[in-house]
């Protein structure tokens, strides 16, 4: 069962990055009234936790390349990126968001947090 599991996660990793990208972009965008969602907790851990996810989904997608360091930082400055434009979008597309500089700190920690993980993953299971 766990088998079957892997191998699905591991055929489908590219759309699930592609489909939590597409998520975070959409739920970062639109007005939080809209969602029909209370949130309870801090909008920071809301950010560490959503880039945390992205960066670990893209990392597990381009694992083939996951002994190399370059490929790492490569995925994690795209992702900064993406949150830059993410919060510029909120300020110039939107009415109801706003772009703060907090969010794109919350963003780095996230994306860090997920290549620690990552990397600690790997070296305790050397066939993640």
Do not use: P
Not at 11 to 30: D, E, G, K, Q, R
């Amino acid at each position: 069962m766990l088998k079957r599991i892997k191998n699905l996660l591991e055929h489908n990793a590219y759309a699930i990055s592609i489909i939590l990208t597409c998520f975070i972009t959409y739920s970062s965008l639109v007005s939080i009234a809209d969602l029909n969602v209370e949130i309870t907790v801090s909008d920071k851990f809301l950010h560490i936790f959503a880039y945390s996810v992205l960066t670990l989904s893209w990392l597990f997608a381009v694992k083939k390349s996951h002994s190399k360091f370059k490929i790492k930082v490569q995925v994690g400055l795209v992702l900064f990126l993406f949150g830059i434009l993410i919060e510029v979008l909120q300020s110039s597309l939107t009415i109801y968001r706003q772009g703060d500089y907090l969010d794109i700190l919350a963003n780095t920690l996230g994306i860090i947090l997920a290549i620690v993980t990552f990397n600690s993953l790997f070296r305790i299971y050397k066939t993640i």
